[in-house]
């Protein structure tokens, strides 16, 4: 006969017992995968991160521009990668981030990021940053910071200070002009039956 290693001291006891099966454990079970889980995507995340280092440092080391690398993952699979391009396609928009964006946005044959991960070696500059916002990713991870960056010699600090200024402080002058032409393009777009909204 199966001897019985405890026994419910009173019915207080066993609906105690009750209760912590019902509610705590499976609470406790769940966390503890989570915390696994967790523990997996950092893993995954740093070996993405550590492959578009690899790719700031191919970049720089072939001459195509600066030590910065970026690396687009959706469902586990890396869907658009690159480096910094600026040099060796005379194109200063050809950062890391916006070569990896065209190359996963023609991937997916979309105009956005959906369900996917940036990785960059680095924190991404105003530029780069609005083309993520664009593109609309899942999240962004990033490496070394803005201030790595700079202490490098890549400062993007004055751009954030431009943006903040009122446009007719900036020092590059810009100014406006034939508002009323550019706002009927406006129009017309508003109107337009068989536009794509995005
Ligand atoms: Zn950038």
Same mark, same amino acid.
């Given at each position: 006969?199966?001897?019985?290693?405890?026994?419910?001291?009173?019915?207080?006891?066993?609906?105690?017992?009750?209760?912590?099966?019902?509610? #705590?454990?499976?609470?406790?079970?769940? +966390?503890?995968? &989570?915390? /696994? *889980?967790?523990?997996?995507?950092? !893993?995954?995340?740093?070996?993405?991160?550590?492959?578009?280092?690899?790719?700031?440092?191919?970049?720089?080391?072939?001459?195509?521009?600066?030590?910065?690398?970026?690396?687009?993952?959706?469902?586990?699979?890396?869907?658009?990668?690159?480096?910094?391009?600026?040099?060796?396609?005379?194109?200063?928009?050809?950062?890391?981030?916006?070569?990896? #964006?065209?190359?996963?946005?023609?991937? +997916?044959?979309? &105009?956005? /990021? *959906?369900?996917?991960?940036?990785? !960059?070696?680095?924190?991404?500059?105003?530029?780069?940053?609005?083309?993520?916002?664009?593109?609309?990713?899942?999240?962004?991870?990033?490496?070394?910071?803005?201030?790595?960056?700079?202490?490098?010699?890549?400062?993007?600090?004055?751009?954030?200070?431009?943006?903040?200024?009122?446009?007719?402080?900036?020092?590059?002058?810009?100014?406006?002009?034939?508002?009323?032409?550019?706002?009927?393009?406006?129009?017309?777009?508003?109107?337009?039956?068989?536009?794509?909204?995005?």
């Amino acid at each position: 006969m199966v001897q019985r290693l405890w026994r419910y001291r009173s019915k207080a006891h066993k609906r105690i017992i009750y209760t912590f099966n019902a509610l #705590i454990a499976p609470k406790a079970i769940f +966390l503890l995968y &989570f915390k /696994l *889980n967790i523990k997996e995507m950092q !893993t995954q995340d740093q070996q993405y991160i550590k492959r578009a280092i690899a790719l700031a440092r191919k970049g720089m080391d072939s001459g195509a521009g600066g030590p910065f690398g970026c690396v687009i993952v959706k469902d586990g699979q890396v869907i658009g990668e690159g480096h910094n391009e600026v040099l060796l396609n005379n194109d200063p928009t050809a950062h890391a981030e916006i070569v990896a #964006i065209r190359r996963a946005t023609q991937h +997916l044959q979309s &105009f956005q /990021l *959906n369900d996917c991960i940036v990785y !960059t070696s680095c924190e991404p500059c105003p530029m780069c940053l609005g083309a993520i916002y664009w593109a609309r990713p899942l999240k962004v991870v990033y490496a070394a910071t803005k201030h790595d960056a700079a202490a490098a010699g890549f400062d993007d600090s004055f751009i954030y200070e431009e943006i903040e200024l009122p446009v007719a402080r900036r020092k590059l002058p810009i100014q406006q002009l034939s508002t009323e032409d550019a706002v009927e393009v406006f129009s017309e777009w508003k109107s337009k039956s068989d536009k794509k909204p995005y």
